[in-house]
């Protein structure tokens, strides 16, 4: 029996109120070129197509073989050495290689445990609409916060390249505490009922060094392509939504010499996923109206990138390479070189990709990994049975392509030059780059990692300590990322990238002389064993205590590893450091030349110069390369010459040797979450909770210093910001032989007051505290003001980055409107400009008279310590008690007014084309019923948006649906990243209001069954355990950090969930329907006759509140549980 489901989930809880915000676009690249990672969350499927898929997994179409072309290999699996792993690795491991040439490594892990929660006392999961003998297919697509797909190297917002910086919720900070999203895609609790997701990676050795070069890019675009349905599975976007039915979700990416594909599911489901999984590279149809769609695809993908700074030099640095070069390739693709000339049909595009998937796409360049519950035996028999199908080449395993032959790619007289660049952010960045002989063979000496160790050091004696002395740079990165643009069979590239500041880049030379003079001692002095074999120390520890990381990142990291080490070392090859050798050492080393360094400078000041005349074939970069000044080359050989300033770090005091275990609370008196702490100090809270799961020698102590000052003005909140750079500024030298030794620490900003974390080994853990509070309570006393100035002009040219960025200039506006004390990035804008020293000083001060502490402590710490350790942390920063009463303001939220409004974001960056339009439609103040309606609605929308905006409509390259709590106001969000020069602002709203339309239909016909198969899905998502101790202390803390203090969150969700099917039948009378909505928008063009918002503060004015949703006693308001 069928029933309107739909209007149970729209009616009951939902007004909905939206805008839409439109403003120019910010796209990232990573080294990989990723296919859209979507959210692992069920689909909406018609009942007519749910029928179709039934009978298609019933009777499926039977594959053609191909004689001749490609050949399956009988014979007898071949064993092979098992991988060496951790002492604390409770899993169990296999290495065999298929008949047909697949090398494949088994995970099981005996930890994993299932149950199924009954969400009908009477029926069972054999009940559900998509039994355990059906299967589907289907893509995945992310709903990160805001989106955003980070698609180059690690870019900081404006922050210049400040590597050790915990990624803050700026400015969205409000909202990132976990929950905005309103996905939990990883369990975050119920260890006992609940269980790890399956996943599979299947690596193929071809990437984009082999793109034939009148098509660049063929090898992403396959990526794309392979995933758009198989003969035996036909259905284009059927694998994605099995996965999503059942928690899983899928992703892929392209590199220089390999394509990695990989999913997660549900155990319960991974067989019937991997017999899918496996069809797509024995027989993927590629048609031709799926090419149509994935090359438009792949197109946004790279309009996207087109204003990322990392992707411009990255692309820059490739051109580099000598003519003939595949790392010359311009391995995106985009609609211009995916269209082959006197083909306007595809029809030679469609058999080229055939020939390639047909010639590179064979078993015998594969490795494969799969990570479950099963048992090996089980493991093995599906991996034989379901993978054996895809063919070899041949009877003899394929030789891997190799580049070898081509010779160095950078001997070139246009690489040992200095390359002038204008970014599209305002930056000051020098990166020295030094290409040398692939260093692959010397995995088990990682001479790189060893010299990188050393120049990046931050403490007494190192490169980065003398620059920023001089006030020349606020930070540096050195070495090798091992991607395939870093480091591949033909080279592997040594790099130097440094954040300067005005001063330093005045003095530019100089900065490069100091670098010269360093890795000149470091020549002089030749490896020293003493600092390899600390090396080594610290990695075997990290690697013996290292905590499991998600099975899906698990095994795509792993599928990788098989093409570059040997069995035994598939898990310690990337990590741990084997040999000392000090000649390969110094081979590296000595390579570090004046004579063949690259030099590029990025630098907004060159704009203005207009020097930059040369401009990069794709990304359109302006530069000005030139041989390097023989006077620069005098001038370093003389620095080099000089006394030097530098010296070899000290042995490292904060390296622990004390790794026992405290016992841990028995099970009458464990519990599963933090317990408040009795103690009588006033403005003082503390929650605590042993550690009895992970049982690993290692505790985090995060701390909350909650100022009512923070809120007080833009400029205050500057201000905080600024005091957390500056405070981490000052403590570097002196901490960073901490971090070295495996400890973390991290400060910044919240929206409340300052956040300070420290964590890992427990033994040296209170070293480490007792340096942050000492530089804390003397901080005003060892503020400068040369590096004070340099810090808030990167914290201006940091706010004027972000503008660049226009999914958080969206959600910047969003909380503007909403959130009754947010300040927005150009009221900051506006406020950093006049600060000064003296402002700051008087801000520290008036901090650590005004704040109230609240902590949580958790792992390898006794209950006293943790007490002893926070009180300590309080009284030492409030001497004297707490001076200022200034109450703390509730947080109030505005309820958005009805009638059709917009608001319009202009560009800040006007030649680009990249926009994004999100519609957010406001619920009103939340409970968990509330929340456990609204999170299956989205969950449900998530994948038919997907599908409908993004594959079949094209408008852009992310799409996605997103749950969002305010401060305990409700509301969701439609998200769509679009080109400007493809489609109007209008259209897109047009097109997402059109979606919710046919989503109100399609949901109809929902039965309860259907219903009850998503539901089941969501709660065994929830149920999914933690894997670290990090990820259990990180859903605490937000808890903490939002003030709702409901750490058992996700078990009062799952209880709420079957609740929603039992209530169904009741009030279903109302829809999302075009005259039951209110809408306000953002919009960047069109003339029509609507409401525009030109003032968000008199809106927000204006605007009735909501009353206060939460209280700071300590105590969950009494309408978030019920």
Known sequence: MQRNYYSLLIQRFIRPIKFSCMSASSGKKKVKNPRISKVSLPTVLSVQKKRKFADFVQNPIIMDKAEGEKKLCLGKVIYLANPVKSQNDKKEYRTLQLPNGMRVLLISDPNISETEPDLDSSKGVDNMAYSSAEEEESETEGSDEEGENDDCDEEEDGSEGETDEESEPEPDSTESNGRDSGLTRKSKQLNKDGERMAAAALCVNIGSFSDPPDLPGLAHFLEHMVFMGSKKYPIENAFDEFLKTYGGSSNASTDYETTTFEFEIHQRYFHQALAIFAEFFASPLLLPCSMKREKEAIDSEFQMALPSDSCRKQQLFASLAKDGHPMTNFTWGNSSTLNLAGDPEGVELNRRLRLFWQEHYTADRMTLVLQSKHDLNQLEEWATSVFQGIPSASDQPATPPSFKELGFPFDTPRFKQVIKIVPVKDVHQLCLSWALPSQLEHYRVKPLGYISWLIGHEGRGSLLAYLRQKVWALDLASGNDESGSDHNSTYA?????????????????????????????????????????????????????????????????????????????????????????????????????????????????????????????????????????????????????????????????FLASDFSLLEPPSATTASSVPAKVDCSESGFSLWYRPDSKFRIPKAVLNFYLVTPIAVDSAQNAVLLELLAKMLKHQLMEKVYDALVAQLELAIHHYDRGLVIKVSGFNHKLHLLISAVVEQFVKFEQNVVVEVFDALRRQQEKAYRN??????????????????????????????????????????????????????????????????????????????????????????????????????RIASFHPSDSNSVAVNYYQVGPTNMRQTAVMEILVNLMEEPVFDILRTREQLGYNVYATLRNTFGVLGFSITVDFQADKFSASHVDERIEAFLNQFNLNLKAMTEDDLKTRVQSLIKLKQVPDVSLDEEVSRNWNEILSEEYLFDRLQQEIEQLPLVIGNSKHNEDHSLEEDHKTKLRFLADDGKEVYFIHDLSELRRTSLIFPPLKTFNGLPPTANIQ
Request: with cysteine; charged share 30%.
């Open 493 to 653: 590239l040594f790099s130097i990238n440094i954040s300067l500041t005005e001063r330093g880049m005045a003095e530019i030379e100089q900065v490069i002389g100091a670098v010269f003079q360093y890795i000149n001692m470091l020549k002089t002095r030749g490896p020293e064993e003493r600092i390899w074999r600390e090396i080594q120390t610290i990695e075997d520890l990290s690697f013996r205590y290292a905590e499991d990381s998600p099975p899906v990142e698990n095994v795509e990291s792993l599928s990788e590893h098989m093409h570059k080490y040997s069995p035994v070392d598939y898990i310690t090859g990337d990590t741990l450091i084997f040999d000392y050798y000090p000649d390969v050492i110094s081979k590296c080393i000595n390579a570090l030349q004046m004579d063949n360094v690259n030099i590029m400078i990025l630098s907004k000041d060159f704009e203005s110069l207009n020097i930059c005349n040369q401009v990069e074939q794709w990304f359109q970069t302006r530069y000005e390369a030139k041989d390097i000044p023989d006077e620069w080359k005098q001038k370093w050989c003389k620095i080099v010459e000089e006394e030097s300033p530098f010296a070899i770090p000290d042995p490292n005091p």
């Open 802 to 903: 972000f503008c660049i960025k226009p999914t958080k200039l969206v959600t910047d506006a969003r909380l503007a409107l909403l959130h009754t004390t947010h300040w927005s990035i150009l009221d900051k804008l506006e406020a950093v400009k006049s600060l000064t020293l003296n402002d700051l000083k008087l801000f520290s001060t008036r901090l650590k008279d005004s704040f109230d502490l609240k902590c949580l402590v958790q792992g390898n710490y006794s209950k006293e310590q943790a007490l002893e350790v926070a009180l300590d942390f309080k009284r030492k920063l409030q001497e004297k008690g707490r001076l200022d009463d200034h109450a703390l303001p509730p947080i109030r939220i505005c309820q958005v007014p009805l009638g059709d409004k917009y608001c």
